[in-house]
């Protein structure tokens, strides 16, 4: 596959941070010591790898902003161009030693997102799209599952945990999903939720409370394998509300409004 100067870029940077998360990934897996202690040790991994990013994209484009989940926003003189970053998504994950985390890089050009990579170290899978260009893993093309009825599909969220979101919403919206899929999955990285909708290993995802950052690169994944994302009322503030609904054409619909059952009830 052809890729872009800004793509690849973008993908350099995302390899050699995941590099450094693979490295802490070995270490984090066999401390024995208290809560305290691995939760410090991955907060250093984090910034780290967020250190990489930044320096890598400043160095190619030393002007362009960016939207990071440690260091916040970084004005930039190009008003046009922004980096949209979360250096590890899936921390809980990598905390605990399961393989199911990733570095996840967006450009947003004028409000718009047009490209995006999600890279999972412990796999060594590369999720790559630009807007138009269509979605990839590795050098595979992608394509969203083609199945057209929720009673067939499998379907990811995200799982609100302790001191975040409406657990009661969300026990609502759950059941209502469980009673209408072939199966729910909670992969605990929303990058990697929705590069595998992507991908067609998911037929769709749902969450809400999310970050910019979480949602960004894998929103214009979904859309360059052909599938539909929206916010929770189906439109396309996702990153402002910071809420997905994902899937394709069919389960995309059917999904949105299985999800907005127990809120428009409320």
């Not at 047009?114 to 893993?137: C, I, K, Q, S």
């Not at 599909?153 to 999903?177: K, M």
């Not at 072939?182 to 605990?188: D, E, F, K, T, W």
Request: with cysteine; aromatic share 6%.
């Amino acid at each position: 596959m052809a890729r872009s100067a800004l793509l690849n870029v973008m993908v350099q940077a995302a390899m050699k941070a995941g590099r450094s998360l693979s490295r802490d990934f070995g270490e984090v897996q066999n401390l024995q010591v208290s809560m305290k202690g691995p939760g410090d040790y991955v907060s250093q991994a984090d910034r780290k790898a967020e250190e990489i990013v930044f320096a890598e994209l400043s160095k190619a484009r030393p002007g362009y902003a960016f939207l990071m989940e440690e260091r916040g926003a970084v004005e930039g003189d190009d008003a046009q161009h922004r980096w949209i970053v979360d250096p590890l998504d899936g921390t809980t994950n990598f905390l605990h030693g399961i393989p199911l985390f990733s570095v996840s890089i967006a450009l947003e050009r004028q409000g718009q997102i047009v490209a995006g990579v999600v890279y999972n170290p412990a796999m060594d899978e590369l999720y790559t799209a630009e807007r138009g260009g269509g979605a990839f893993m590795n050098d595979r093309r992608l394509r969203v599952a083609g199945r057209s009825k929720l009673t067939d599909a499998v379907i990811g969220c995200g799982v609100p945990h302790l001191g975040r979101g409406q657990h009661g919403n969300f026990l609502i919206e759950l059941r209502n999903v469980m009673a209408e899929v072939s199966g729910v999955r909670r992969l605990g990285s929303v990058a990697l939720d929705l590069a595998y909708v992507a991908a067609g290993r998911m037929d769709g995802f749902w969450e809400t409370g999310l970050s910019s950052w979480d949602i960004a690169a894998g929103i214009l994944l979904v859309r360059e394998a052909g599938g539909f994302a929206s916010d929770m009322d189906g439109g396309q503030d996702m990153l402002d509300i910071g809420e997905v609904v994902a899937g394709n054409e069919f389960i995309q619909r059917a999904l949105l409004k299985t999800v907005k059952k127990p809120l428009a009830a409320r």
